[in-house]
């Protein structure tokens, strides 16, 4: 088995939680965090991977097409997977085993639609419900869009592209399980007047957003940013922790505004930023480049 190959984290630069609801998604690699295939002596063995490999195995109908025997054995005699992408941070440490997983135990190569679809089942697994988009962003090593529920590669020339902004990630010291957040967000959902108003709001913004981050529109993309960010107070508010709150308000009204990734609650907040050498209050506060 080779073992170079590397499955990147993701960021879910837009489209958390809507693109449940049929928005659509951007999200991007992080190329600095990553998995890749490694053999490792027993006293090292990853009982965590095992189980998911068993999970595959006990619904092998659901997942033909991966060589699953295959994996176990190769779990058994010492190969893992080894890397640096820190787990409930949201930055799509489950998505990067669906990845590497996919690439070296499928029986053939499939379509983008057909590997998302795959990856979409894969990833129930870790959070109930899944987007695929995490796992997808990792397998193909790229920049993906969602629209209308169906996935497609981008071209990354338009990355860093904002005029006097910056987009880095906050560091909120606590960890957090997607499942969690997310059985929230579904609960809010059962509330039709919650949902509707939701949809109005979030949605369209959300895909003006990406719309105008992909067509280099700087002007409108901070204004619905700031937009965006006001709203998730309201929206997102179990999934924003104290400490990043304080920083939330305090810096609102400074050209600086932070919202959630993925589905929040702790790991990375996205921070959009005129002012580079601003402080942050007992927070780190890194560059997406640094990854």
Not at 40 to 62: C, D, H, V
Not at 115 to 141: C, R
Request: charged content about 20%; glycine content about 6%.
């Amino acid at each position: 088995m080779a073992n170079s190959k590397r499955y990147p984290a993701k960021l879910l630069l837009l489209g958390e939680y809507s693109v449940l609801l049929g928005s659509k998604a951007l999200a991007i690699p992080l190329r600095n965090q990553y998995l890749t295939w490694e053999k490792i002596s027993f006293n090292e063995f990853n009982g965590a991977l095992l189980q998911f490999a068993k999970y595959l195995e006990t619904y092998s109908e659901r997942f033909k097409y991966l060589n699953i025997s295959q994996l176990i054995k190769d779990f058994d005699s010492g190969w893992t997977l080894r890397g640096n992408i820190p787990t409930g941070y949201g930055i799509g440490s489950s998505g990067a085993v669906c990845a590497a997983i996919l690439d070296k135990y499928q029986y053939e190569s499939a379509d983008i639609e057909t590997s998302h679809n795959q990856l979409i089942q894969m990833e129930s697994y870790f959070h109930g419900k899944s987007s695929g988009l995490d796992p997808l962003v990792s397998f193909y090593d790229k920049p993906v869009l969602i629209n209308g529920g169906k996935a497609s590669l981008i071209d990354e020339s338009y990355m860093n592209h904002l005029r006097n902004y910056k987009i880095s990630l906050i560091d909120s010291g606590v960890k957090r399980k997607t499942e969690h957040f997310v059985n929230l967000f579904n609960e809010k959902l059962v509330n039709p007047e919650w949902k509707q108003k939701y949809i109005e709001e979030i949605l369209p913004l959300n895909n003006a957003l990406i719309d105008q981050y992909l067509e280099n529109e700087t002007f409108d993309f901070v204004i619905n940013w700031k937009k965006l960010s006001e709203l998730s107070l309201h929206y997102y508010k179990e999934m924003i922790i104290p400490s990043i709150e304080t920083n939330w308000n305090s810096l609102y009204n400074k050209n600086n505004y932070i919202k959630i990734n993925g589905a929040g609650g702790g790991g990375f907040y996205i921070f959009l930023s005129e002012n580079q050498s601003i402080e942050l209050n007992g927070l780190q506060k890194m560059s997406i480049s640094e990854f």
